[in-house]
């Protein structure tokens, strides 16, 4: 890792963590619930935002299955745990959000937001032991994974008591869109590495801004809404990374 790289992620890991800090208690939007399509369909409500999340579960379960037999490859071993969490997570991710959407609140936002902060958790943790040759990885996983989860207790706390406060949560996702290509790019990663996790880094930040639009993409698609399309993107992003690890054992050669 370039020294000059390595200062880099520090400074940003700091500034983040100082900048919420200093901004204070960030609540969930008041109507974050009410969501735009409400179409039933084959009696399963909201069934266009419940039934896109098979994406999420199809894909973590199909890196599963298809790199667990390659978890040794020397160019897997050093980050599996860190992917396998974000696979696992990933796969869980389709059943909790598909149970939040089915009757949206709080409770069942928990399911819904706690594998999505491991899936970060574990993605960062594998990106950094392959950035930063020698370092241990489990350490990271574990204490990357407990911060994922104390974010959402902490959010969810708060809740209960009257205001929800989702600085911690909020952190675990933004930081690999940033450190991802940082550590990346530090370490000489190879240029198809680089370009799929960019792809894939896109997508994601795409997928979050159509959760803003939620109703005006349903009322200028009349087929589908932003949330909906927030799970294809979000799907797809996990689909580019779990081909491009595939295709790094020499899968489909």
């Known amino acids: 890792m370039n020294p000059i790289h390595a200062w880099l992620s520090v400074s940003i890991i700091l500034s983040a963590s100082l900048a919420m800090v200093l901004h204070g208690p960030i609540a969930q939007l008041p109507h974050y ?6 179409r039933v369909w084959l009696g399963v409500p909201y069934a266009a935002d419940v039934l896109s999340n098979a994406g999420f579960a199809l894909v973590g379960l199909w890196a599963l299955w298809r790199l667990w037999p390659m978890r040794r490859h020397p160019a897997l071993a050093v980050a599996w745990p860190g992917y396998a969490t ?3 997570a990933l796969a869980l991710t389709g059943l ?3 149970y939040y959407h089915l009757a949206p609140d709080n409770a069942r936002l928990v399911w819904d937001r706690l594998p999505i ?4 958790a574990g993605l960062l943790a594998a990106v950094r032991a392959e950035t930063h040759p020698g ?9 990357l994974a407990g911060f994922a989860v104390a974010s959402v207790a902490w959010w969810y706390h708060g809740e209960l008591q009257g205001q929800g406060d989702l600085r911690p949560y909020l952190l675990i996702q933004v930081l690999p869109l940033v450190l991802i290509p940082l550590w ?3 370490a000489g990663v190879p240029r198809a590495d680089r370009v ?3 792809a894939a880094l896109f997508c994601y930040v795409l997928a979050k801004a159509a959760e803003w639009f939620d109703h005006p993409i349903l009322v200028a ?3 589908f809404s932003g949330h909906s399309l927030k799970h294809g993107l979000a799907t797809l992003a996990a689909a580019l990374l779990a081909a491009r690890l595939w295709r790094r054992v020499g899968g489909g050669q």
């Open 33 to 38: 619930h009410e969501f735009a399509d409400t």
């Open 86 to 88: 974000f696979f696992v």
């Open 96 to 98: 909790g959000s598909g």
């Open 117 to 120: 902060a491991l899936a970060c």
């Open 135 to 143: 370092s241990a990885i489990r350490p990271w996983l574990v204490g």
């Open 184 to 186: 990346q790019a530090g």
């Open 196 to 198: 799929a996790f960019a």
């Open 221 to 223: 698609t009349g087929v």
